[in-house]
C-alpha cells in the first residue's frame, strides 16, 4: 500500500508540471511569488475534541486577540505579495489642463486620493500599516528633503522616503510631457508610479533594496537593482490605472495609448541605466495593467533580460 501511494503521489506531482509547462502565457514578464502563506488554524481545527465539564480557568473581561503577524520585508518574499488586486475606484478625471498650475495640482491631489482608497484596503488585509504619502507641488521649483524639486536636469516628480512625500512642478512636468498627448491619465500613471515607491517604502521593499545597493561592490550591480525597485513601481502604477479604468474612464483607445507611451520612456542611450529600457517600461506597465495582483509585480525574482 505504501509504494502504491507514492506512485500515486509522484504522478500528481509530474502531472502539475506538465499543466505548468503548457500554460499560455502572452505577456511577458510573470512573475511567479515564492512564499507560502498559513493562514490562522479556524475555530474547528483548534476545537476540543472532547469539552470538559468545567472551565480549566476564569473567563476572562476582555476577548482574547490574535498575535501580530510577522510581516516579511524582503525584496523577493515581502508580505506586500499577498495583497491580492486594487479595489475598483471612482475616480473620474474630469478636464483639467497640465499647463494650469491650480488645475494640475487640484487632479494631482485627487487622484493621489484615489490612489490610497485603492491601495489602502490590499495593505491592511495583509496586516502592513497604512499611512498615505504627503504632497509638495509647486508651479515652478521647490527644495524638499532629499534635495531639488525638480531635480537639477530633470522634469519629473520624485518620491522622499525620509518623510513620505511626493514633490513635482506643474511647471516642469508640463514641458516634459506635454507632447505626449492632450489626455492627462498618462501624466496620471506616472505619478501613480511615485506612488509605487510610497508602497515599497511601507512593504519595506525600498529598505530591502537600498541595503542591497549599499552591499553591492560595483556600480553595475547597483544600476540593475535600481532598475528592479523601478520597474516594480512602474508595475505597482499600472495596477492602479487599470483599477480606474472603468471610472476614470479608460476606454480600450486610452489603454493603448497608455501601453504606446511606457514604450517611449525608460533609459536613454548614453544615459544612466537605472530606470529599465523603453521595452522593459512597457512590459512592467502592461504587466500591471493586464495582469493586476501584487504577486505579478515581483520585479525581484525574474531574470535579467526581464530588467535590463
Known sequence: ????????????????????????????????????????????????????????????????????????????????????????????????SIYNHAQFKALILKTGACMGKAWAPALERVGIDWSPPKYMIAARKGRGACGDYPSPGSNVPYYCPSNATIYASTSAMAREYGSLGSWNGIIISMMAHEYGHHIQNLSGISDSWWRQTLDSGSRSGKMALSRRHELQATCFGGMFMRSVAASYPIDATRRNTLLWAYSHLGDQPGGPRDHGNTRSNAAWFRQGYTRPMAYQCNTWVVGSSSVS
Not at 499577498?82 to 483639467?96: D, E, F, I, Q
Open 1 to 96: 500500500m505504501g509504494v502504491l501511494a507514492l506512485v500515486f503521489v509522484l504522478v500528481v506531482v509530474v502531472s502539475a508540471l506538465a499543466g505548468l509547462s503548457h500554460r499560455d502565457e502572452s505577456v511577458s514578464p510573470v512573475a511567479i511569488p515564492t512564499f507560502t502563506f498559513s493562514p490562522f488554524p479556524s475555530d474547528e481545527a483548534t476545537r476540543d475534541t472532547e469539552p470538559t465539564r468545567k472551565p480549566t480557568s476564569k473567563p476572562t473581561s476582555q476577548p482574547t486577540t490574535r498575535p501580530t503577524p510577522v510581516l516579511n520585508r524582503t525584496t523577493k518574499n515581502n508580505t506586500v505579495y499577498r495583497a491580492g488586486s486594487l479595489a475598483k475606484t471612482n475616480c473620474r478625471a474630469g478636464n483639467a
